[in-house]
């Protein structure tokens, strides 16, 4: 048997490698672009589609009538939106081994990362939804997304323009009686530069820590709920030479909608199969795995109560 001195540059095998038993924590983004619109199931048999309708409403009849005549017949008009949902999802497969014997709770943290990915894909999959519509405002004097150059920004004046196209279009505030708006952290980096948006904080906000400008938080301004998170869309270099060109959304209530199967949750249902649960696939009760999956579908059910605005920032990184 051999043995090893324990001297002065004797220790090589006693000096073993320590591992924290508390996982460092992961950075996410704020999921916000599915928690506002209009929720509908299908139910069970009740097929992977969906119909939404609206009856439009004719103009005001500012005609006279004959004296003894009815006018001619109006007729009117239901316009049809339709989505039909697809499914999503992820699994993982691993051995018993892995996790039996595995410094960390190997299943444990399965099951977070995947429920971290199902709300993560949800939210992406509304954004897209939402950041499509075609009630498009480009900021500056940019006439396309093509034509968006560095300096043109979302300030105090695009919003106010914004604000006043939902107006127009007659679109309904949420209960709160505020619309509700989605921007990206390297906005609001720009926002809170705009000297118009600073003295409106200064002049009109609360004094104290609860003023925007000391809690680093739009918070409601002109009539905007505004939300911050890093999932905001970003269409990269879009714009001209290869400016980033970022999306910022104002909507009103009603302006989408989101379907799920009744028979499967939206928030994903979670699938753990243990060692031996595949029978004669998994002989020696060797394997298991995890997944996630859910059905769902976004669509935008009215554009006039929906403002996507195109414009660039003044930093892309950090």
Known sequence: MAFETLGAGGLAPEL???????????????????LFGDQTGIVRRGGNSIEWRRFVRPSAATTALTEGTSGAETNLTVTAIGATISQYGAWNLYTELVELQSFDPYTANVVEL????????????????????????????????????????????EIRAAVRALEVNNAPKFDDGAYKGIYHPRTKQDLFADSDVIQTFQHAGPRGTNNPLMSADMGRFYSVDWLETSNARNFGGAGLTSTPVYATIIFGKGAYGQVDLDAISMNAEFILHGPGSAGSLDPLNQRATAGWKVAYACRILDENRLVRIEHSVSSDSG
């Open 16 to 34: 073993k490698q320590t591992y924290s038993r508390a996982l460092l924590g992961r950075t996410k983004p704020n999921w916000i672009h599915a």
């Open 114 to 157: 995947f429920g971290e990915q199902a709300k993560d894909t949800i939210d992406i999959l509304a954004r897209n939804v939402l950041t499509a519509g075609t009630t498009l405002q480009i900021a500056s004097t940019a006439g396309s997304r093509g034509g968006i150059a560095s300096g043109m920004r979302l300030n105090f004046a």
